[in-house]
């Protein structure tokens, strides 16, 4: 498809075009009429001009004049009347045509116009029709991209209001369980029942906490210090940190690297919370005396990290969907350890933010799990 510029130009050359042809057709049809007419008055003259004074002298050149003034006025007459006729169809053509051509050309636009109407109106899912290839077609199509975004962005909204009220509102009806047992005394006011308040509350704390950084990570409101870190280093900092954890369910935690491995281009803050979000999920769902293994290997000017755990396996069912957000394979157990099916997002994001990628596999339920991510080297 050719470019609008060309379109209109070609529009204007097809009326020009057209308009001359009209105006041609119509003095080839219409002028041997006009010229018999002006013969016959010509004749006309003629005949009055000798019927009158044939032999008069003095008469000859009054009828000489009246001759040449009835030839141009047939002439004249002739040639408005040509013109006339063929400028009327010229017109007549032309108007059709530019209403033709210029319709090809408002009707997308006022298309799309309806449609950002129906958008502005809150129906995120008009979107309009895109023929061709030139500068309309692809303001059609940018349309159009624009209408998927702005509707893409609205689910997403739709969705989290819809997880965030589900989320709270589990240990919110905990808590007003607790507060109605002590208030009808049902239950005791004793340290039990204080304790199991402060920990639904300390749970409500940890999933807005949670909230907030998903939120930071979506949006890519943080900034990443990039610079080249080494993996050995980033592996000592999470053991250290999951030390704790580990050794209460006597977990192993085993680095195998290579020694040729290259630094990881990133920012180390965010890495470490990778690493750890992984590890620690490892370590929750790998039972007593398992092991978890952090492998690393070159692979095409990336480094590709892996976190293997001997623990209970992600069904198949599940895998596609333990990166999205709220996402939890138990979700009564899950919520009970405080899991709020966030940490996995999160680390989606990160990594997707250093240009790599995450993913899981698994064998199967008891099978184990590994953990996969990719960052660019240094
Ligand atoms: P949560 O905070 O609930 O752990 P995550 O986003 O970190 O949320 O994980 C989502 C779900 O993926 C978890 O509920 C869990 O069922 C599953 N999962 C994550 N890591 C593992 C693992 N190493 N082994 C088995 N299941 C896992």
Not at 182 to 211: F, H, N
């Amino acid at each position: 498809m050719t470019s609008i510029r060309t379109r209109i130009l070609l529009s204007y050359l097809a009326v020009l075009g057209v308009s001359m042809g009209i105006v041609l057709l119509f003095v080839w049809l219409t002028a041997p009429a006009a010229y018999a007419r002006h013969l016959q008055n010509l004749q006309a003259v003629e005949e009055t001009g000798t019927a009158h004074n044939p032999s008069e002298a003095g008469q000859g050149q009054g009828y000489g004049a009246q001759r040449g003034q009835a030839q141009y006025v047939g002439f004249r007459d002739g040639l408005y009347e040509v013109l006339g006729l063929s400028t009327l169809a010229a017109t007549l053509a032309a108007l059709a045509l530019s209403i033709l051509f210029s319709r090809r050309i408002i009707s997308p636009l006022q298309n799309m116009m309806q449609a950002s109407e129906r958008i502005a109106a809150g129906h995120y899912e008009k979107r309009v029709k895109v023929g061709g290839r030139d500068e309309l077609a692809q303001l059609a199509d940018s349309f159009n991209r624009m209408a998927q975004t702005l509707d893409q962005t609205e689910t997403m909204r739709r969705r989290l209001i819809g997880d965030v009220s589900h989320e709270l509102r589990t240990p919110l009806t905990t808590i007003k369980g607790f507060a109605e047992g002590l208030m009808d005394g049902v239950l005791p006011a004793s340290q039990e029942t204080y304790a199991e308040i402060y920990k639904e509350a300390d749970r409500l704390t940890r999933l807005v906490e949670d909230l907030q950084e998903v939120s930071r990570v979506e949006a890519q409101a943080y900034r990443l210090e990039i610079a080249p870190v080494e993996l050995n280093a980033l592996a000592e900092t999470v053991a250290k940190r999951l030390r704790l954890a580990l050794e209460e369910k006597n977990i192993t935690f085993s680095v195998k690297l290579p020694a040729s491995l290259p630094p990881l281009l990133g920012d180390e803050d965010r890495l470490i919370q990778i690493l750890t979000n992984l590890a620690a999920n490892a370590c929750q769902h790998t039972p007593s005396g398992g092991n978890i293994t952090l492998a690393a290997r070159p692979e095409n000017g990336s480094v590709h990290v892996s976190i293997q755990d001997t623990g209970e396996g992600i069904a198949p069912e599940h895998l596609p969907h333990i990166f999205d957000r709220f996402y939890r394979v138990d979700k009564s157990r899950s919520r009970q350890s405080g899991g709020s099916g966030i940490g996995l997002t999160i680390a989606r994001h990160l990594v997707e933010a250093h240009g790599g990628r995450i993913w899981a596999e698994s064998p199967g339920l008891g099978y184990g799990s590994t953990f996969h991510f990719t960052i660019p080297a240094a």
